[in-house]
């Protein structure tokens, strides 16, 4: 690992904590094994390190785009782990609301609806306090 991308891990790493929590990153870390333990650093250094670290958008506007476009995708496990870290991102219900509404009509008004019905979910068990 280069310098640069010493850096950007270590970067992408507090990025990653800071809107996924630490208990999601360690049960991350220790279900990881030599088979994905590559993805792990990829997606720590490129997603975290240096897309969701720019400074150009808030963590709340990145929030946003990331659950309309994990939606659109029908990346459901997905869509329910960054709704939950809305917690941390100041994104609101109402912001998640209105991306689904983008979605609903940009992507499907099914990809919408299924992810609506996620949202909902993780919602009512932040609510109760579960940690989904």
Avoid: C
Avoid at 39 to 46: G, H
Avoid at 56 to 77: C, H, P, V
Avoid at 100 to 126: D, S
Wanted: cysteine-free.
């Amino acid at each position: 690992m280069s310098d640069t991308a010493s850096e950007r891990f270590r970067q992408g790493m507090a990025t990653r904590r800071s809107v996924l929590g630490d208990a999601h990153v360690d049960r991350a870390q220790a279900a990881a094994t030599e088979f994905d333990k590559p993805f792990q650093e990829l997606i720590t250094e490129a997603a975290w390190g240096h897309v969701w670290s720019r400074p150009a958008l808030t963590k709340r506007e990145r929030s946003m785009i990331t659950i309309a476009l994990l939606a659109a995708l029908g990346q459901d496990d997905e869509v329910a782990m960054h709704v939950r870290a809305t917690a941390n991102t100041g994104a609101s219900r109402e912001d998640i609301r209105e991306a689904l509404l983008h979605v609903a009509i940009y992507a499907g008004v099914p990809a919408a609806n299924h992810a609506i019905k996620i949202a909902k979910q993780v919602f009512e068990q932040m609510d109760a306090g579960k940690a989904a």
